[in-house]
């Protein structure tokens, strides 16, 4: 929430550009991850159509015609299959969201930058002391 509200004070071209990328990248991860839960409940109600005919059905394997197995048994491989392609999607558009979020650290970084100057390096910690709440103290 804060980088975005930083960025809004830069008023380059390449801000509006990475704002719009990174809302169409949210926007379509949260459709895969839609696609994904529709999967996952799918191939959850074709196990329990089967767990209903192995528990409840008499001579299940038997009484049932094999084509109504063969679907169900095609249908619950592809929808893994499915699940498994959106979570690898998923992880991509997760690499391009970051990459976007990482460019726009940079922009705010240098309109700080800018606006304050370069920041103050942070002072470097001995090896036999710790920095807390404002006081050093020697560890033993």
Sequence with gaps: ????????????ARRQELTE????IQRDARCIRRAMWLMAILAALV????????????NFPNNVPQFILNIFSVLTVSWL???LAFAGLGMVYR?????RREEC??????LL???????AAM??????TIVSAGRMRATS
């Design 21 to 24: 990328e990174i809302v169409q």
């Design 123 to 128: 002072p470097s910690q001995d090896a036999g």
């Design 81 to 83: 299959i499915c699940i």
């Design 47 to 58: 196990v329990l159509g089967l767990g209903y005919g192995v528990i409840l059905v008499d």
């Design 95 to 99: 690499r391009k969201l970051d990459r």
């Design 113 to 119: 930058e800018s606006r304050l100057g370069k920041a």
């Design 1 to 12: 929430m804060f980088l975005a509200q930083s960025i809004r004070y830069d008023e380059s």
């Design 105 to 110: 650290r940079q922009i705010v970084t240098r």
